[in-house]
């Protein structure tokens, strides 16, 4: 009997200090798997606290793309698993990916999403936040395009042969599950990975919806990456003080 495949998970960080420990913590109770931090030139301790967590960690370019191809290129897994900095892996889900990946007809999949927020977030926020995850969940189910907040996997073979991330400064998860497709069906696993719900707690859960959907039709409708990235970074309204952090672009890791 074939010894299960290895799964190596993909962290990109930058700036990623305190939230680092929780994210590779949920990696280990998650199940045996390698874990490689791909740093994007952090100012604060990101990449210690990934020396003293992680397997590895690779110094890459910053550019969450880029930082992703980076840790791929050293993963040694026979499937890789791209996980955002503040995003928690569900306990136990290792063996519910490499069952869905036993089925030859998927080429990789992604997990169902739910946005948490942060202590101080009030009633609304909390039930933005809820209908936000039910709304991404909704989406991914019918379109199969998958967002990197929820840690989306793939063999390592059928990434080499997509060519991995295109490096662009947004986006580059929409291109991701586009090429995926192209390579075979994909899986949205029951299990729900929790992601940090900073962003919309910090410019507002309606203006981010509004937002993020106005890049993704703009990007299908011809819009240049670059221009997404303009848009996304620009600051129309102040930050909030609920969140404590501004949100991070996918340009920055």
């Excluded at 990456?225 to 501004?246: I, K």
Aim: charged content about 25%; overall charge positive; aromatic content about 6%.
């Amino acid at each position: 009997m074939c010894p299960l495949p290895r799964i190596s998970v993909v962290i990109p960080a930058l700036d990623e200090e305190a939230a680092l420990p929780e994210t590779i913590r949920s990696c280990r109770e998650a199940g045996p798997c390698e874990v490689i931090v791909a740093d994007g030139g952090s100012r604060d301790g990101t990449a210690e606290v990934a020396r003293e967590f992680a397997d590895a960690v690779v110094a890459a370019p910053r550019g969450r793309a880029r930082q992703m191809n980076s840790g791929a290129e050293r993963a040694r897994g026979e499937v890789l698993l791209f996980l955002h900095a503040d995003t928690l892996l569900p306990a136990g889900c290792i063996p519910a990916i490499l069952d869905a990946l036993r089925n030859e007809r998927f080429a990789g999949g992604a997990f169902r999403v739910d946005l948490s927020p942060s202590q101080v977030a009030g009633a609304y926020d909390r039930a933005m936040l809820a209908m936000t995850g039910r709304m991404i969940n909704l989406r991914s189910f019918l379109t199969r395009s998958y967002t990197g907040d929820q840690a989306i996997f793939l063999r390592a073979e059928t990434f080499r042969e997509i060519g991995g991330y295109r490096e662009i400064p947004l986006m580059e998860d929409v291109e991701l599950s586009k090429a995926l497709r192209r390579s075979g069906k994909t899986v949205l696993l029951r299990k729900r990975v929790r992601t940090s719900g900073r962003r919309w707690e910090a410019w507002g859960p309606l203006r981010t919806i509004f937002r993020m959907w106005r890049l993704r039709l703009g990007f299908l409708l011809g819009m240049t990456p670059e221009r997404c990235a303009e848009l996304y970074l620009r600051r129309p309204f102040p930050v909030t003080r609920r969140s404590g952090r501004a949100p991070r672009s996918s340009a920055g890791g």
